[in-house]
């Protein structure tokens, strides 16, 4: 009963509902086109539920270019639980996003012993309408996930340092622990790379194991130094994060062709995407699910950004002392967002707000202690003991919540469907976004309007034209409507560029083979089935080319392999059929 009747489960029970309440009816929403088929619904090993086969897959393959064995863990076991039904997955993002919220609250209330400043801080973890691409985008779950256990890491890392001295097996279990932690994080998704020196940052606050006097520096210094070496092992983590990354990005072709940018290009871009986060956060309303990437911001506005950031910074560190938090929680911010923020990129996102969830924590407690310093004139609450409820902090803190509620409610709305999703993103871009116009295509082309499917793709080529993905989409479609002229002039710059794509090779294949140039097309057709053995599209072109160069039984061996994998493959029963009636 106690447990029940605990002070601190009632905040949590009421951030929960709070959860349910904007973003539950997200039972009800689709998957969207925007990753979930591949990463998902259409992905070979995922549909087959959680077996050991698909368990393994998991943990040695990364995801379409992401390594994140953890979540896509989940997504097999949801798939064995709920089939194809969306609503399923995306109850279990959100019971994901309740679980990390009732953490954050727990974990920083502990470390910073101000529960009033950071209870303001969770509601705005679990409402404020940038989380609602995390929260209803079911691949998104990559987000949530590690954030789980990056604020358990930061708990146990806070328990290891509250050990006395001499309880060396205490110390080295929860040290130990902490590291686990580290690890299912990057297993997860690699964001929190630079976990070690936010760690570093709390030691100075809360948890006062470093004093930085000037006067003393040498002693400053010796501390300092002692510190950071006991995040070795975290960096040790952090750099296996890295290389799962890189990892992940080389199996999607990331770093083939031009598509990585060096760092030295991107400082300008990565300072001006910290400004673009900053204002989606300030005004939560012109949210869309992928930015324009092939956009380079102009010379003013990079030294415009320099500048705030330069300013924000300065701020932070004039109040060192005084207000410790002010640095710590605005590291918590740059640091957490800095691997995302643009330096290394591949271009195909400019920014991508889903990558706030973490960052946007550090300047969510920010807020929360700077309204409570306002509304108390105390700097933090005392020593072990619970702040009073003033009204001066909870009635603009209420008032923000609600206001913020409402937006995110509106905003999680259009998630619904990829097309309300796709809509209200050209209504937001003025009809210029690219992925919208390509999801678009998709839709009409499955409703049968071809006409407006193939304006809405004609248009995506026409905003990003050096778009792989695009090109390829709209070679898929004219294959489809059999207008194999037109394709091939695209797959042939297309075998350029990713020759070792079993996809772009499969296209031009078919490609080859509708202008009737059979002999052509085996070529490119045995290229991708040796990459892809079990690719029905694959199997199905190079059974129909087999069949009309006269190899008729390598033909039928083909479009039988193809049946096996997919005996709802009408194409291959068709030709199979049209090949034992000759």
């Known amino acids: 009963m106690k447990l029940i009747t605990s002070r601190h489960w009632w905040p949590m029970i009421a951030l929960a509902i709070l959860c349910i309440a904007v973003y539950g009816r997200c039972i009800t929403f689709e998957y969207v086109l925007y990753d979930d088929p591949n990463i998902i619904f259409e992905n070979e090993h995922v549909i087959q539920g959680l077996t050991w086969d698909s368990a393994r897959w998991a943990i040695l393959h990364p995801n379409f270019g992401l390594y994140m064995p953890l979540p896509t863990l989940t997504f097999m076991l949801d798939y064995s639980l709920y089939g194809d039904w969306a609503g399923g997955f995306h109850v279990s993002t959100l019971l994901w996003h309740i679980l990390c919220v009732c953490l954050f609250y727990r974990v920083m209330g502990r470390l910073t012993k101000n529960y009033t400043a950071v209870f303001f801080a969770s509601a705005l973890v679990a409402i404020h309408p940038v989380q609602a691409m995390t929260i209803n985008w079911i691949s998104a779950r990559n987000e949530i996930m590690p954030a789980v256990f990056l604020l358990l890491c930061i708990d146990l890392y806070r328990r290891y340092t509250e050990q006395e ?9 929860f040290y130990a622990m902490s590291l686990f932690c580290m690890f299912l994080g990057m297993m997860s998704k690699q964001g929190a790379v630079l976990l070690p020196i936010v760690l570093l940052l709390f030691d100075y606050w809360p948890l006062k194991r470093i004093e930085i006097s000037f006067s003393r520096f040498p002693k400053t210094l010796s501390r300092a130094l002692t510190l950071a070496a006991e995040k070795i092992p975290y960096m040790l983590f952090s750099g296996l994060g890295v290389f799962f990354a890189f990892y992940g990005k080389r199996d999607f072709g990331a770093f083939k062709g031009s598509r990585i ?24 309303d012109r949210y869309i699910m992928g930015f324009i990437a092939d956009w380079t911001p102009p010379l003013w506005m990079v030294f415009g950004a320099a500048l705030i950031l330069i300013i924000i910074t300065a701020l932070a560190l004039s109040q060192l002392w005084r207000r410790p938090w002010a640095i710590v929680l605005w590291g918590w911010f740059f640091f957490f967002l800095f691997p995302v923020s643009g330096l290394v990129r591949y271009a195909e996102e400019s920014i991508a707000l889903r990558y706030l969830y973490v960052p946007s924590m550090g300047l969510f407690l920010l807020l929360g202690f700077g309204l409570y310093e306002l509304s108390t004139g105390k700097v933090q609450a005392q020593k072990n003991k619970e702040p009073a409820i003033a009204p001066a902090y909870w009635v603009p803190a209420l008032l923000l919540l609600v206001l913020l509620s409402a937006l995110a409610f509106r905003q999680s ?10 809509q209200r993103a050209l209504v937001v871009t003025h009809g210029n976004n690219a992925l919208a116009h390509n999801h678009l295509g998709v839709i009409r082309g499955r409703q049968g309007l071809q006409k407006q499917a193939f304006a809405h793709m004609e248009k995506c080529v026409e905003l990003e034209p050096n778009r792989n993905i695009w090109l390829t989409n709209y070679a898929i479609m004219l294959n489809t409507a059999e207008r194999y002229k037109e394709s091939l002039k695209i797959t042939t710059s297309l075998v350029e560029k990713i020759p070792s794509s079993p996809v772009v090779l499969n296209l031009h294949g078919a490609a080859l083979a509708g202008n009737q140039r059979f002999e052509e097309a085996i070529p490119y057709l045995e290229r991708a089935h040796e990459m892809e053995p079990d690719y029905v599209p694959v199997l199905y072109n190079y059974g129909v080319c087999l069949f009309n160069v006269g190899r008729v039984e390598e033909a039928k061996s083909f479009l039988k392999h193809a049946l096996e994998i997919q005996p709802t493959h009408n194409l291959s029963k068709h030709a199979l059929a049209q090949i034992e009636a000759q």
């Open 261 to 284: 940018m060096s760092p030295l290009e991107n400082i300008g871009f990565a300072m001006t995407g910290f400004i673009r986060y900053l204002f989606h956060l300030i005004y939560p």
């Open 413 to 422: 709305g259009f998630w619904a469907t990829s097309e309300i999703l796709a």
């Open 165 to 173: 001295k001499g309880a060396y097996r205490k110390s080295a279990f």
